[in-house]
């Protein structure tokens, strides 16, 4: 879903950046707390943010400026909120930028909008909702995956028409229109893998390590929050 | 994914190993921020240009064929891109082609014809000069000199955390997608689906025992957040803030007065047959 380097109008690459920082700079607030309360959260913090970087390297094209990919920023989102997730997504969007000519710096901010923030915040909502509920970490975990899968391409198909739209002065409902039905190919059946996968996964870690989940439930649904 | 590996090797091996890291990355921001602020396809193409050159210099020539692969996966990404942008013009203006495929509605005029072959090498150009920067920086390199720029320790130590640890995952994770493949594991869409649900849920549940192993491991060499570096990369020169700053310069100006000098619309009117 990443948008390539130089899709965006300068405009939308400071507007993203400027919805992106507080964000980011929570999330840095939060994870020097964690770190420093939890120095054994370090090494998992750090392979979360592998992970993610494994699983949105999976890509394929799609027909918008775009690809289409595993976002794997559900369990991040749900261990750790949405701040720590806009970090880790954002050092995994430089990473791909520079090593997979995937994203770009100028679009960090937009991609990050997307990939780190909102697709994540439904994630989470959705996860707190289905836990509230009494869903077990199997349906939550695949709720909360498929929902901030799919929310990230939603967000990223409206940046791209917002774009059209001020760039060049094409209709911003048929841009989304268009986008959103090309993404809906190729996403919505790995937005049903990626769900299926970390519920099996989230199931698996819930019957042989329950204590994992434990720093789930300190987790604000505020993204500003920095409570540890 | 394994065009990471290769990355890491061809920037440990690059002729521009020794450079500032953040002279290099410096030059490069400055070079994708003028490209997407002024609107004359020129300065994209020379953008492109230059990070050929600096790539062709760092990598000796030598490509891997894995990266040029991942080059041309991105271009596939970029000509697909800007051909959306293109059939997606203004309706107040005339348009050189008008249809209906499958759900799109194609209307492409000049104006968003010639701002999709701009954005093309916007986007071309800053995969060169991206590839330009990383083949010949290594991450851990690069993250010691972010220290510089007074970016948190923790971001820095997670940064290179992650960046090993992904070749860790990375390597389970084939190890894992090979077994299967020995097990007809792709035989059918459902098994094919089984199989990587698999092999993803296999690689986090590893890296979980990997994190645990990894932190005595580190523990018992006396870790405290600080990877060393034995070779420490040089600082950014005042050379290279000149260089960088104006190169920006004389391309933003460049660009200002070069806007018109190239028509796409018009250089492939006759090929067409568009009346403009």
Redesign the interface.
């Known amino acids: 879903m990443h948008i390539?380097?130089?899709?965006?109008?300068?405009l939308w690459?400071v507007v993203w950046f400027v919805v992106m920082a507080p964000f980011f700079i929570a999330g840095?607030i939060k994870?020097?707390k964690i770190?420093a309360e939890h120095p054994?959260q370090?090494?998992?913090?750090?392979?979360s943010?592998?992970?993610i970087?494994?699983?949105s390297?999976?890509?394929l094209?799609?027909?918008?400026?775009?690809?289409s990919h595993?976002t794997g920023t559900g369990?991040a989102v749900v261990f750790y909120g949405v701040g720590v997730c806009a970090?880790?997504s954002t050092?995994?969007l430089v990473?791909q930028?520079?090593?997979?000519?995937?994203g770009?710096?100028?679009t960090l901010g937009a991609n990050c909008v997307s990939m780190g923030i909102i697709g994540p915040l439904c994630g989470l909502l959705l996860w707190r909702v289905c836990r509230g509920a009494g869903a077990g970490a199997f349906v939550s975990m695949f709720v909360a995956a498929f929902i901030a899968d799919l929310m990230t391409y939603v967000v990223t198909a409206f940046q791209m028409a917002l774009n059209?739209m001020t760039?060049?002065?094409?209709?911003f409902v048929?841009?989304l229109?268009?986008?959103l039905?090309i993404y809906a190919v190729t996403q919505i059946p790995l937005a049903i893998?990626e769900g299926?996968?970390l519920g099996?996964?989230a199931h698996?870690?819930f019957t042989s390590?329950p204590e994992?989940f434990e720093i789930t439930e300190s987790n604000k649904l505020n993204p500003l929050s920095t409570e540890a | 994914?394994s065009?990471?590996v290769e990355?890491?090797e061809l920037a440990y091996s690059s002729r521009m190993v020794n450079w500032a890291p953040l002279g290099k990355l410096l030059f490069?921001?400055c070079l994708?921020?003028v490209?997407?602020?002024t609107d004359s396809i020129l300065v994209?193409i020379i953008s492109f240009t230059i990070g050929i050159l600096l790539m062709a210099y760092s990598t000796n020539l030598k490509l891997p064929l894995l990266i040029i692969l991942?080059?041309g996966?991105?271009i596939?990404?970029?000509v697909?891109?800007?051909?959306?942008?293109s059939i997606?013009?203004?309706?107040?203006?005339p348009a050189i082609w008008e249809g209906q495929f499958l759900?799109?509605?194609i209307y492409m005029t000049e104006?968003?014809f010639n701002?999709a072959w701009l954005?093309f090498?916007?986007?071309?150009?800053?995969?060169t000069l991206?590839?330009a920067?990383?083949s010949s920086t290594p991450?851990p390199l690069l993250s010691y000199a972010l220290k510089g720029l007074r970016i948190?320790n923790?971001?820095i130590?997670?940064?290179v955390?992650?960046?090993r640890?992904?070749f860790?995952?990375?390597e389970r994770?084939l190890i894992m997608i090979d077994a299967a493949q020995c097990r007809l594991g792709y035989n059918g869409s459902m098994t094919a689906?089984k199989s990587?649900?698999g092999a993803?849920?296999g690689?986090?549940?590893f890296?979980?025992e990997?994190?645990?192993k990894?932190?005595a491991a580190l523990a018992c060499r006396n870790y405290d957040g600080t990877f060393p570096i034995f070779r420490r990369p040089a600082n950014m020169s005042v050379l290279w803030v000149i260089l960088s700053f104006g190169l920006a310069i004389g391309l933003y100006v460049f660009g200002m007065y070069t806007g018109d000098v190239i028509n796409p619309a018009k250089l492939f009117a006759p090929l067409f047959g568009w009346d403009l």
């Open positions: 390539m380097e130089g899709y965006l109008d300068p690459c840095v994870l020097r770190l054994e370090k090494m998992t913090v750090a392979l943010g592998a992970f970087f494994l699983l390297s999976l890509k094209p799609s027909v918008t400026g775009s690809c595993p369990i970090v880790l050092i995994v990473f930028a520079l090593l997979l000519a995937h770009g710096f100028t059209i760039a060049g002065d094409g209709n048929d841009a229109i268009d986008f039905s893998v299926i996968v099996m996964f698996y870690l390590r994992i | 994914m065009e990471q990355m890491d490069v921001m994708l921020i490209g997407i602020v994209p991942a080059i996966e991105a596939l990404i970029m697909l891109g800007s051909g959306m942008i997606l013009g203004d309706h107040s203006q759900w799109f509605s104006d968003s701002l954005i090498f916007r986007a071309i150009a800053g995969v991206m590839l920067f990383a991450i948190p923790e971001i130590e997670l940064v955390l992650i960046y640890y992904a860790l995952l990375l994770f689906m990587y649900a993803m849920a690689t986090f549940i890296s979980m990997l994190a645990e990894s932190e």
